[in-house]
């Protein structure tokens, strides 16, 4: 289990970025035509990632030499879910979630929850942002 838990996971693709930016958010104070442009694009580009992704980590669980993580991975992606039509599709989100569910998949679950309820795709996906107290 120690040895499964080193494995690296599938190579980063390269349309990931360390600081992202949510770019399907509309602003108050922003022009509906401006907004319907960002959206269009941004969603195209979102599509893409997201196909590529999916890609990477089906070729990753065939031929990783760790499957019992791959398969916790999965386990944890299919429990804490997000949903690609909730979370507008924004690609960064679900490859930087797929990261801490395979970074906590065989440690210790109290660390994982802490992670889960910090991960920013989880906080999109429970609108956080429109969130209040009540």
Do not use: C
């Amino acid at each position: 289990l120690a040895d499964a838990a080193k494995v690296a996971g599938p190579a980063r693709p390269p349309w990931v970025r360390d600081v992202w930016v949510n770019t399907l958010r509309r602003y108050s104070d922003m022009p509906r035509e401006e907004y319907l442009v960002m959206f269009r694009r941004t969603s195209t580009r979102n599509d893409e990632e997201l196909l590529d992704l999916k890609a990477r980590w089906l070729r990753h669980m065939v031929t990783t030499p760790a499957p019992l993580r791959e398969n916790l991975t999965l386990f944890w992606h299919g429990h804490f879910t997000s949903a690609s039509r909730t979370m507008f599709a924004v690609a960064q989100a679900f490859y930087h979630q797929n990261e801490t569910w395979r970074r906590h998949a065989m440690g210790n679950f109290r660390e994982f929850l802490e992670a889960a309820t910090l991960d920013p795709g989880m906080l999109i996906y429970l609108d956080m942002e429109e969130s209040s107290k009540e």
